[in-house]
């Protein structure tokens, strides 16, 4: 049988081995254990939301109210109205029929993607996607193919390839996201959307890292471009700029009723806590108000500030990779921010390929000039040293 310590012992050696840090709150803007305070590049709470007053009073007030734990799946009694208005302002917000609320992104992904597809569909995503879209499609069934990141002709070839007669009963889909979680740049929704009606298959976009901090009121990149009619499934997670924790897939009433009925990790698990739906709620209300607003101008502003001082191209949301390559190289780089009070970890395989380990800045709207200066100050050496 395979020993764990040499499994541990071979992650080690191929500076894979990772481990976790406790810190003392959780505000976006710095990190402090063990008597250290660093400035904190590394969460994904974008607008600050994480301790904003109007969060917490909505799961104090909530607690209050409905008491702590939902007791059962939603499937029974689990459900309470926290649940009910999440969903109902997720599908307004979003513009869409319905909406359904998990525990979480990567729930989310698993049950949304095991409700839509079966064996004998297809399911196409970019490479890039994340664990959860991928681990969704392996466990529904579906045939799994893959196209390199944002390459349409690529996904024009697997479309054509598997469109024939026998295929009218089965589905198709195609996944991508709106921001990239570890290389921060979009994808060509239109493009895509375009191949989509030729093929007759479905879209399904998450918006995890572009929610709340794109578009009018936050909507998202799909809204930003206008093209939300041609998405059929928009997933987003509440745990990042919403500043609580949550994730809604959001389409077309029949979906929402299909997808209810057949979503194993929404169906089989206890409902999230009132207080979580709460939360998520008042994080969405603090997006699309003036408070959203005034965060999202702050935090575009640190983006532009950090990107001159580079001198590197701004993207599209607030999430900047310094591509390193090598394992040990980036932990090294990584410590070396953590000496000078940056916390900004090694991101690296199996989150992102062998061999294209990197550095994952996120900025926050709460971060400050001379947070953003440091930051600067301190990865320009780094980057030509590399
Ligand atoms: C974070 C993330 C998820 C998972 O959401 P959680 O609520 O954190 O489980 C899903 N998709 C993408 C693209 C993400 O970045």
Redesign the pocket.
């Known amino acids: 049988m395979r020993d764990p310590g040499s499994e541990l012992n071979k992650l080690r050696e191929e500076n894979l081995y990772r481990e976790l840090k406790h810190g003392a709150s959780a505000t976006g803007r710095t990190f402090h254990s063990e008597n250290l305070s660093l400035v904190n590049f590394s969460s994904?709470d974008y607008l600050g939301f994480g301790a904003h007053e109007d969060i917490k009073e909505a799961v104090t007030e909530t607690t209050a109210t409905f008491g702590v734990g939902s007791g059962s799946s939603r499937m029974l009694s689990g459900g309470t109205t926290p649940h009910l208005l999440i969903e109902k302002e997720t599908a307004n917000f979003f513009g869409k029929d319905s909406s359904l609320f998990f525990a979480?992104?990567?729930?989310?992904?698993l049950g949304t993607l095991g409700a839509i597809l079966q064996k004998g569909d297809t399911v196409i995503l970019d490479k890039l996607c994340?664990a959860?879209?991928i681990d969704g499609s392996r466990l529904s069934g579906a045939t799994v193919r893959t196209f390199p990141h944002n390459n349409i002709d690529r996904l024009r070839k697997i479309l054509n390839s598997i469109n024939g007669p026998d295929q009218k009963e089965n589905r198709i889909l195609i996944v991508t996201?709106g921001i990239f979680?570890m290389d921060g740049d979009s994808s060509p929704i239109k493009e895509i959307i375009k191949l989509k009606e030729q093929h007759q298959a479905l879209l399904l976009l998450?918006e995890?890292?572009s929610f709340g901090i794109i578009g009018e009121n936050g909507k998202g990149i799909a809204h930003k471009e206008k093209l939300i009619h041609g998405v059929d499934f928009l997933?987003t997670?509440?745990?990042?700029s919403a500043g609580a924790?949550?994730?809604v897939t959001v389409s077309s009433d029949t979906w929402i009723k299909l997808i209810l009925n057949r979503a194993r990790s929404f169906i089989y698990s206890t409902a999230p806590m009132p207080s979580q739906a709460a939360a998520a709620l008042a994080g969405l209300k603090l997006i699309r108000g003036s408070v959203g607003e005034e965060r999202r101008i702050s935090l575009h502003r640190n983006i532009d500030q950090l990107c001159n001082e580079l001198q590197t191209p701004k993207p599209q949301g607030a999430i900047i990779p310094l591509i390193i390559g090598d394992e040990l190289e980036t932990l090294k780089v990584s410590a070396k921010l953590r000496k000078r009070g940056i916390l900004a970890p090694a991101i690296r395989y199996p989150t992102v390929a062998k061999g294209a380990a990197r550095i994952r800045i996120t900025i926050s709207a709460n971060h400050s000039e001379n947070d953003i200066a440091l930051l600067a100050q301190t990865i320009k050496p780094s980057l030509i040293s590399t």
């Open positions: 994904n979480n992104g990567y729930g989310a992904a994340h959860s879209l996201e979680s998450d995890a890292h997933m997670t509440f745990g990042k924790a949550g994730s």
